[in-house]
């Protein structure tokens, strides 16, 4: 099964500045490769994703990048707001299946 | 357009009572059907999923189990509860790789 693992476990950052999460992943056939952001108490929902023939997307303060070779993707968010603070998830799938495997999460806590 | 239900939003049971838990999806046919449970507000654990009525993938040993009586419809269960059973529980449907999650339930086995 897929092994993922994400860094840092917790991030504090002041407003204004930039975040990066990463996330490896062991699957070889991954191709499909999402972020979730999870508020307290809230659901988790998908903030941005990437496929394997992609190396980069970016959607306004968050880009996500893809080094399929080393087999890890990375999630940025620029000009953080109080409103970015939440876990963030990455969630790579295997090829050809119906599973995503979630990290084990990162906190990011942006300070005023 | 397509909505989840979970419910209850909260449970607290005793150990070794019964389980069941229900998810519901409207707006869309077949959906692929997922049980997630998370431990102290992190790490995502997928325990059951469906791609149909009755076809039911467990992911790790547990005490639970899953049912899917109704396309749209998925069920959590346990005969007995354990206190280890206590978590966060998210149902989510998927639609091509994108998972959308329910509101979840916190259950606490006291």
């Known amino acids: 099964g897929e092994n993922v693992e994400q860094h840092p476990s917790t991030l504090s950052v002041q407003e204004g500045d930039s975040a990066v999460i990463k996330c490896t992943y062991s699957d070889s056939a991954s191709n499909y490769f999402p972020w979730y952001k999870q508020e307290l108490g809230k659901r988790p929902q998908l903030i941005i994703d990437i496929r394997s023939n992609v190396g980069e997307k970016k959607d306004q303060r968050i880009a996500v990048t893809l080094n399929k070779t080393a087999k890890h993707f990375s999630l940025h968010i620029t000009e953080t707001q109080p409103e970015d603070s939440a876990v963030y998830f990455c969630?790579?799938?295997?090829?050809?299946?119906?599973?995503?495997?979630f990290g084990t999460g990162t906190q990011l806590k942006v300070e005023l | 357009s397509q909505t989840i239900h979970q419910w209850p939003a909260t449970l607290v049971q005793p150990v070794g009572s019964p389980l069941s838990l229900e998810c519901t999806v409207e707006g869309t046919s077949n959906p692929n059907l997922y049980w997630y449970r998370q431990a102290a507000g992190r790490g995502l654990q997928l325990l059951f999923y469906s791609v149909g009525i009755g076809q039911i993938s467990s992911e790790v040993p547990q005490n639970l189990s899953a049912s899917r009586p109704q396309d749209r419809q998925f069920i959590l269960s346990s005969k007995k509860l354990l206190l280890s059973d206590s978590g966060f529980y998210l149902c989510?449907?998927?639609?091509?790789?994108?998972?959308?999650f329910g509101a979840g339930t916190r259950l606490s086995v006291l």
């Open positions: 989510a449907w998927g639609s091509g790789n994108i998972q959308y």
């Open positions: 969630a790579p799938r295997a090829g050809g299946g119906n599973k995503l495997t």
